[in-house]
T-cell receptor
């Protein structure tokens, strides 16, 4: 298995632009999670999906952030418009069978908004 | 509120020492816990997973324990090596909900030759 695949690995964009981050979970995993990591706040759960349905989006910082999971093998996290304070590393993770096998994380997308 | 605390925040030791990293949690309704390693600028690598019915798990020089009654988990690293230098994070999945994993802030470990 190729693991959780995220793209792009790095993204540099100007303030106000739309940013779309992508994630492909491990095949067969039914839960998908988006996390954000910063030096100040550590790892924060933004949103998670179970069987493609958003379960808890209380971690999404504001309306500029949105996430979708149109099918079991793909999810996106969109920021529109982006702001410098959105600069962080965004991780996607997936798990199966209510976490019996634990979480597997992708390599992350390092976002820089200038 | 479910919280996870890791102590110490940072640790610097000479090569060869045995180490204990601590993690505590406020909710005893644990489903499982997972220890991760994160190298600078990299993603998270899963080290050990302990289900709530288990007391410990071992992998090579690593041993993780879970004590639900005291609300603690420890990660023991035997005979530390410079290659062990990284940030170690514990994370809990609590019962009563979906697969939500809550992370501690991590322990930054430096092992010097």
């Amino acid at each position: 298995d190729a693991g959780v695949i995220q793209s792009p690995r790095h993204e540099v964009t100007e303030m106000g632009q739309e940013v779309t981050l992508r994630c492909k979970p491990i095949s067969g995993h039914n839960s998908l999670f988006w996390y954000r990591q910063t030096m100040m706040r550590g790892l924060e759960l933004l949103i998670y999906f179970n069987n493609n349905v958003p379960i808890d989006d209380s971690g999404m910082p504001e309306d500029r952030f949105s996430a979708k999971m149109p099918n079991a093998s793909f999810s996106t996290l969109k920021i529109q418009p982006s702001e410098p304070r959105d600069s962080a590393v965004y991780f996607c993770a997936s798990s199966a069978k209510r976490g019996l096998s634990g979480y597997t994380f992708g390599s992350g997308t390092r976002l820089t908004v200038v | 509120k479910q919280e996870v605390t890791q102590i110490p925040a940072a640790l610097s030791v000479p090569e060869g020492e045995n180490l204990v990293l601590n993690c505590s949690f406020t909710d005893s309704a644990i489903y499982n816990l997972q220890w991760f390693r994160q190298d600078p600028g990299k993603g998270l690598t899963s080290l050990l997973l302990i289900q709530s019915s288990q007391r410990e798990q071992t992998s090579g020089r690593l041993n993780a324990s879970l004590d639900k009654s005291s609300g603690r988990s420890t990660l023991y690293i035997a005979a530390s090596q410079p290659g062990d230098s990284a940030t170690y994070l514990c994370a809990f999945m609590f019962s009563g909900g979906y697969n939500k994993l809550i992370f501690g802030a991590g322990t930054r470990l430096a092992v010097h030759p």
